[in-house]
């Protein structure tokens, strides 16, 4: 039994963004028909890294994680017939995810007053770079754009450094999030109205969106907030410090923490410093203080230390300890597929568990090309015979 | 006409994550209560950047930025009557929203077995740093922490430098946007089952999630990305680059731009280095002659150049520079509510318009402390004389 069983999604989208939100709605349990240009598939199918199986064949691990749990069809977009299918499958979803450039699915039938008369209940949301309006409307964009135009790489980098982007496609990442959100709430409200709606989302607008404590800074102080390294612009400690072995430790605290950290790494245990407020000011002097003492520590350390008074704190992991950490790894947050290819494949679980639905799972295989083209043309009433024929016209 | 108009959800959340998903759901036209303890309320209430208005009073921009639209109640957890206004709260809501410390509800009788039985369409959702169960259940977490545990962190910096923390807490953020998913899907479910749902969320795991494409490299590779700036590990390139006047332009570019590239840079387009992969070995040569080629042009220029044989790019904006970017301004991205205090007040609206619904606004002024207790005591049948009592004996 899960959250979204019955919900069937046909996507059209490519690469990260939408891909990534229809993967989370597939593994809440809707079904999630993704719609490939015959031949090549999505382009992330050719995009490293890639895997390689025993027999030396290899698969892209870009694609493989972002479309587990999803039903593959192959349709040409160019082809009449192939248009005839997307109409078709249009008429027996709940929603259309695509990220077409803007127009793009006007030309060919499939845009939103194309389809709203003949699947008044369907939902389409439509992501694009910058939205269906205004004047980058045309403009195509990627995610290191967005996260250059969006104001994250302004605000992330070393002090008196340079911008630096953050080590995930952030921008993607967080757009298929939006996205998910988006469609999760257009369908409750096309429940209660019977009637289908369009969504125009914006990748930029979904980073701006992101800006809030930042954007309230300049908001309320006129003041744009500096690159800081590991370092907050309003708390203050709250930082990355190297330790003796060379690794790194996160140490975040509040005024009630200020007395216990410092008794902790054999600091005194000035009063004067005892507000957020006259820590801010004396940043500085704060910061030194603390890398000198962290500095004769080891990590493990200074970790036993904190954790002895309760002073919040965590390792700085890289990715592989990540996924071994001992947390993580109990929390089953890593678990594997069956890949024709490949054998077992690991991937990663979404972030919650449920009491009264069974848990979404990261254990169903991405799609191999088409390989759900017969079905799901089945499905509609084609035969093998007017399938044959349709492949061999490359409609599919 | 909202797509979330008659969903209730009782909001206990403080702070950062989980506030800013019930906000992204107020927002989307679901009515939140926002509990809060009597006296202080959201701890963020407290948190700076305070916005000074005309008579010299200030009011939380941290706390505006993520509490937009919300009703406001205040009710103290640890009085028998506060306790049985929460209970009765739930039986009359879809939803409850809670980031408490694993085990704190449950010694107040408010935790998932205590009131599943007695509000059995209920959706409860449980935001904690660790999830509700694993070794780092009982920890604290915050979402710097977050950002150093789950591998963000080690992930971002200059190449050759220590890790660097990206700009915006974007563990929060991102969590809350896991939230908003979990409680919608669970929501639609419920629907289907006429049976609540508890959902467990890891804080933690939200940032493990967002490893895809990293992880990726990983399970494929054995690679763990390094950190590289604004390059990217497997594209190049992809870099922001500082241009003749100082400013930052982000450049990205795939196989079919490589001449067009090179020839707006004034470079011999070296057949050789036409692939990705060609790319990807000569990094450093590629880099270099880029970096030497854009020191030697304003961003201006270079855009110009770029843009007129559509080679992807963009500049590296500061936050006031987004905020003012014409774009940015014609898709109304940032709006403004009136607020008693401080008069127009600038907030940023959420990342997608409706074509069927209205669209979502961000003018709805966040509550003042407990401005809504009254009424919503009064909607649970209280009466004035009851409510008094109530809050001469600290319930409320």
Redesign the interface.
Known sequence: ???????RILDLSRV?ACP?ASM??AE??AEVIKVEQPGAGDETRG?????QGADGETVS??F???NRAKRSITVNLRHPEGIAIIRALAQQSDALVENFPVGTLKRRGLD?ASLHPIAPRLVMLSCTG???????AKR???D???????????????RG??????????AD???G??A???L??????????G????????????Q??????????????G???P??????P?RVP?A?F?CADGR???I?ASDQHWAPLCRALGLPDDPSLAT??ARLVAREHVMAMLTAALAGMTRAQAVAALDAV?V????????????A????V??G??QAFDDPVLGS?????????????DDPQATTRPPSLGEHTDAILGGLGYNHARIAALRAEGAI
Chains 1, 2 share one sequence.
């Open positions: 039994m899960t959250p979204l069983a019955g919900l990260l990534f989370i709605l809440l349990g995009f490293e890294p890639f895997a691990g870009y493989m994680a972002c939103w910058f939205g269906q309006t205004g004047p980058y195509k964009g990627y290191t754009v967005f996260q250059a135009m969006g104001g994250l790489m302004s605000l992330t980098g070393e450094g340079g911008p630096v982007k953050p080590g995930l496609p952030v990442l967080t757009s999030l939006w998910a959100i988006a999760l709430a257009a369908l409750r409200g096309r429940d209660a109205t009637q289908g709606a369009h969504v125009d989302l914006s990748m930029l607008e979904g701006v969106s992101l800006l809030t404590i930042a954007a309230a800074r300049f908001f309320a102080l003041e744009v907030p690159r800081l390294g590991t370092e907050h309003g709250t990355s190297r790194f430790l996160h975040t957020n407020a309760d919040p704190n965590g390792p700085v992991l890289a990715l592989d300890e990540v996924l950490d001992p947390h993580v109990a929390r947050a890593v494949f690991p991937s990663l679980r979404l972030p919650f568990r449920f009491d009264g639905f």
